[in-house]
């Protein structure tokens, strides 16, 4: 069985989720148990963001990379 390697975005992009989320769930958790009047809204925002931030990245670094791979099959250069 052949063992694929991950582009180094994507191990980039997996390193920032685990502390994005890490980060984002501590705050929220802050805010419920330390706050007296912690509005819904603001930690339905949190908990949002927790999943939109690292979702975006993803997008950004997949559309990257086809395009960037798109453009070395044109020029004809291989990936390392």
Known sequence: MESRKWP??????LLFTA???????LHALTLATLGDDVPGN???TIL?????V???LYG????????RGARRRVMGT???
């Open 60 to 67: 950004i670094g997949w559309i990257w990379e086809r395009i």
């Open 42 to 44: 603001r930690l339905a």
């Open 78 to 80: 291989k990936r390392r």
């Open 8 to 13: 180094l975005w994507t191990r980039f992009w």
């Open 19 to 25: 502390i994005w989320v890490a980060v984002s769930l």
């Open 54 to 56: 690292p979702g975006a």
């Open 48 to 52: 949002l963001a927790t999943v939109l």
